[in-house]
């Protein structure tokens, strides 16, 4: 238990000395970075959990129907 609290505060320490050594303009082009990285993180989320599966769903859904359409029109020949 003693070891990770250690652990811990040595991994602390160490991230606030880097950032101690950055200036302004290193730092907010960090922030920056780390922004757009997020942002395209959540992007490619979203993508892959509502849009792809709207899209297959409709592809599936439409050539469901004009099968249906096409089998009704040959049947009713």
């Known amino acids: 238990m003693l070891a990770s609290i250690k652990i811990i505060y040595y991994?602390?320490?160490?991230?606030?000395?880097?950032?101690?050594?950055?200036?302004?303009?290193?730092f907010?082009?960090?922030?920056?970075?780390?922004?757009?990285?997020?942002?395209?993180f959540w992007l490619l989320i979203f993508l892959l959990t509502?849009?792809?599966?709207?899209?297959?769903?409709?592809?599936?859904?439409?050539n469901f129907k004009l099968k249906r359409e096409a089998k009704k029109a040959a049947e009713g020949k």
Do not use: H, N
């Not at 991994?11 to 290193?26: N, P, R």
């Open 28 to 40: 907010s082009g960090f922030v920056l970075f780390m922004f757009i990285f997020t942002a395209g």
């Open 50 to 62: 509502f849009v792809v599966p709207y899209w297959l769903g409709g592809t599936i859904w439409e």
């Open 11 to 26: 991994f602390c320490v160490f991230k606030l000395k880097i950032f101690e050594m950055l200036d302004f303009s290193q």
